[in-house]
């Protein structure tokens, strides 16, 4: 009879200690955000929004930390992707520009002079098109969340304004190091540099390049681009989501409750970021959408436009010929990107952008 009642005992204790480390284990003190900007951009605000919303909904359980300016990658952004593969880096609300260069697909949103506005935009993430890279991105280790966005990226640059293939002869355009930025750049005449994000105010500054091009919202008012260069072309040439994505480990550790929690957070926390980076620039939706939720604490504007034109800055926005002459002279990064993403993702889009 003792005897068994000892091995109760030793038996219920393992099952105690059993217990205590698992729901212990359950979650980690931190889990990392990377964040490759800082959070007076409308991709931070999103981040701390994520961060406070889950906080908040877990009672505090569970704890993410953003670390802001790339600090987890050195600088070094098209690294983030491998490291979250990896698990070095718990959690990345991003730009799929830093992570194409390991998942090509993604490169879909860069085709140059492919998307012109927001309806056809809406139509990819709403679509077949969306959920074909989230499932893709899940597949190669990180579970994601769609949609935020940094923006149409503009290009701004020091020396003239830009209207036409021939403007951005021999400039020196500072991009992102991902192979179709450099297809893009030199089909178009101009030499593009490669600079990470975080050396390149710095570069702006000290004229190492004469351009850049960012989204307007995203990073150009933020950084008051109008300090570095007088000259803006609104030519909409390619397109910038975000994302959240979160290690697949991370991910599966957290119980049904908890990963509820996290998916209705992530896709309100990218909903307000989107409507930040859209604010003043589409039908008006975006700055009710900051009203009506009492959300304008990061800026407000009713026409962005107008705001850096108070600035200073020369802005030019293409006729339809304009355009289409940047249109034909990137046809040829069009036809070998479109190989590469695959056709069968080819297909898909065009069958979203035909819905819009
Ligand atoms: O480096 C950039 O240009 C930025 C901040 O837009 C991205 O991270 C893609």
């Keep these: 009879m003792k005897k068994k009642l000892s091995i109760l005992l030793v038996l219920a204790l393992v099952l105690f ?4 480390v698992v729901s212990a284990a359950q979650f980690k003190d931190e889990y990392k955000l990377s964040v490759v900007v800082g959070p007076g951009f409308p991709w931070g605000a999103g981040a701390e929004k994520f961060v406070e919303l889950v906080e908040d909904r877990t009672a505090g359980k569970v704890k993410i930390k953003p670390y802001f300016g790339g600090k987890l990658f050195a600088g070094k952004q098209t690294n983030e992707f ?7 880096i718990d959690m990345a609300i991003s730009s799929t520009i830093n ?3 390991q998942v090509k697909e993604l490169n879909v949103f860069s085709l140059p002079f492919m998307y012109q506005g927001y309806d056809e935009i809406d139509a990819i993430y709403n679509g077949k098109t969306g959920a074909y890279i ?3 991105l899940e597949e190669k280790g990180v579970k994601a969340f769609g949609w935020g966005e940094n923006g149409f990226r503009e290009i701004t640059n020091s020396k003239r304004p830009i209207t036409s293939p021939d403007d951005l002869k021999g400039l020196r355009v500072r991009v992102v190091g991902t192979p179709i930025f450099f297809d893009t750049y030199n089909a178009l005449g101009a030499r593009p540099i490669s600079m990470p994000w975080g050396s390149a105010i710095n570069g702006f500054k000290q004229g190492v390049v004469d351009g850049q091009e960012n989204p307007l919202l995203g990073v150009e008012i933020p950084v008051e681009i109008w300090n570095y260069h007088s000259y803006i072309t609104l030519w909409h040439y390619l397109f910038d989501p975000l994302v959240i994505g979160i290690n697949k480990e ?3 550790s957290f ?3 908890t990963q509820e929690i996290i998916e209705k957070s992530a896709e309100e926390a990218l909903e307000y970021e989107q409507m930040l980076a859209r604010m ?6 975006a700055l009710n959408y900051l009203k009506e939720n009492n959300e304008e604490k990061l800026f407000s504007f009713e026409d962005p436009i107008k705001f850096i034109e108070s ?3 020369n802005v030019s926005i293409l006729s339809s010929e304009q355009y289409q002459a940047f249109k034909d002279k990137t046809q040829p990064v069009r036809d070998k990107w479109r190989k590469i993403i695959g056709e069968e993702l080819y297909q898909i889009l065009l069958e979203d952008l035909e819905k819009k």
Excluded: F, P
């Design 311 to 313: 600035k200073g800055m």
């Design 82 to 88: 491998a490291m979250l593969q990896q698990g070095q």
């Design 99 to 101: 992570w194409s260069s």
């Design 280 to 285: 003043g620039l589409d039908d008006g939706t």
């Design 255 to 257: 119980d049904s409750k």
């Design 134 to 136: 989230l499932n893709l």
């Design 17 to 20: 200690a059993h217990i205590s």
């Design 250 to 252: 991370v991910w599966d």
